[in-house]
């Protein structure tokens, strides 16, 4: 569990607790008459106060802690494909896929984001299903499809694409 979301839930008890000990010293108050039934919910509308600030931010704590922890497990699988990438050269995007327990498609999504983040460069035969990890430098005088031997063409921002087979080449 992260920070955000442990300290969320702890505002969130404190809240909680501060209304439990004003509601029980209220009532106390009022059944041994040293308060009127008005002074009470006055008083009760005091205590509302910090007990609403308490908990509201202890609310938003918690979903800011969640949305946290959704951001850094997709940078941890990013990293974690790209080492693998890195480290083997070529990889079966099927068994990247299942060592790293996703789809296939959101290791398509995460070479993506890598691309767009412009820290990886190689290219994807999406058909034969096999990632290739290559020095930009080799990427950029390339002028034909390594896999087919086709003409190659820009396909977006650091993507080029090879219009007979669909080989996609990423250039950082």
Known sequence: MNTGRLVGIILIVVGFGVAVIAGL???FQV????LSGGG???GAGIAFIPVALLVGFGIYMFV???KEAEEESSMQKQRRLLDIVKSRGQVSVPD?????????E???DLVHQLVGLQVFSGYVNWQEGVLYSSDASKLRELEKCKN????????GKGVVTCKFCGTEYFLT
Request: glycine fraction near 12%; charge should be negative.
């Open 25 to 27: 010293w209220l009532a």
């Open 31 to 34: 059944s041994s008459e040293s």
């Open 40 to 42: 009470a919910l006055v």
């Open 64 to 66: 800011q802690g969640g």
């Open 96 to 104: 990247v896929a299942m060592e790293m327990q996703i789809s296939v």
């Open 106 to 108: 959101v290791v398509k």
């Open 148 to 155: 087919c031997g086709g003409e190659i063409s820009l396909a």
